[in-house]
């Protein structure tokens, strides 16, 4: 009975770090790995839930699929990838998810590491795809704005 109560014990105190820092079991590449295998023996052999996917979105959730596979040689689960390894992954299984749902691509978050001006840090950034195409459209109007108006004349509005 002592023994029982000891071992109840042990795995109590164990456990307790766990417990108390809210950390949960490291994400499974291989659970990822084998979904992503049965969504493309889905769509290969033309299951009923992919019929609405055209030929061109196939393509590329197999490439995205691809890319996927290849990261994850290898490793067990995403804490044994680098922080960019595993940014890639995370947003090849966005893209997945956007090529294969019924909603437009530029709803897809995508993802990027971009350094903190004045440090060598560097922090996550996530925006859907037409977020960043109006970022991106925004900026280059300011520089064509800038660029356009450099002439003593046109800064004095004449």
Same mark, same amino acid.
């Not at 820092?21 to 769509?43: M, T």
């Not at 490439?63 to 922080?83: C, S, T, V």
């Not at 925006?127 to 960043?132: D, F, I, L």
């Given at each position: 009975?002592?023994?029982?109560?000891?071992?109840? $014990?042990?795995?109590?105190?164990?456990?307790?770090?766990?417990?108390?820092?809210?950390? #949960? !079991?490291?994400?499974?590449?291989?659970?990822?790995? #084998? #979904?992503?295998?049965?969504?493309?023996?889905?769509?290969?052999?033309?299951?009923?839930?992919?019929?609405?996917?055209?030929?061109?979105?196939?393509?590329?959730?197999?490439? %995205?699929?691809?890319?996927?596979?290849?990261?994850? !040689?290898?490793?067990?689960? $995403?804490?044994?990838?680098?922080?960019?390894?595993?940014?890639?992954?995370?947003?090849?299984?966005?893209?997945?998810?956007? +090529?294969?749902?019924?909603?437009?691509?530029? =709803?897809?978050?995508? @993802? =990027?590491?971009?350094?903190? %001006?004045?440090?060598?840090?560097?922090?996550?950034? @996530?925006?859907? !795809?037409?977020?960043?195409?109006?970022?991106?459209?925004?900026?280059?109007?300011?520089? +064509?704005?800038?660029?356009? @108006?450099?002439?003593?004349? @046109?800064?004095?509005?004449?």
């Amino acid at each position: 009975m002592k023994q029982i109560l000891y071992l109840l $014990l042990a795995a109590a105190l164990v456990s307790t770090p766990y417990a108390i820092a809210g950390e #949960e !079991e490291p994400v499974r590449l291989d659970q990822i790995l #084998e #979904e992503q295998r049965s969504i493309r023996g889905a769509i290969e052999t033309h299951d009923s839930a992919y019929q609405h996917v055209s030929e061109y979105r196939r393509k590329r959730v197999f490439e %995205a699929q691809d890319r996927l596979f290849y990261l994850a !040689e290898g490793r067990a689960d $995403l804490g044994a990838l680098p922080p960019d390894d595993r940014l890639d992954v995370f947003n090849q299984l966005k893209k997945i998810e956007a +090529l294969l749902s019924a909603g437009r691509e530029s =709803e897809r978050t995508v @993802c =990027e590491r971009v350094a903190i %001006a004045g440090t060598r840090r560097y922090q996550t950034a @996530c925006m859907t !795809e037409a977020e960043r195409e109006r970022r991106a459209e925004s900026a280059k109007r300011a520089m +064509l704005e800038r660029a356009a @108006c450099t002439t003593a004349k @046109c800064k004095a509005g004449g």
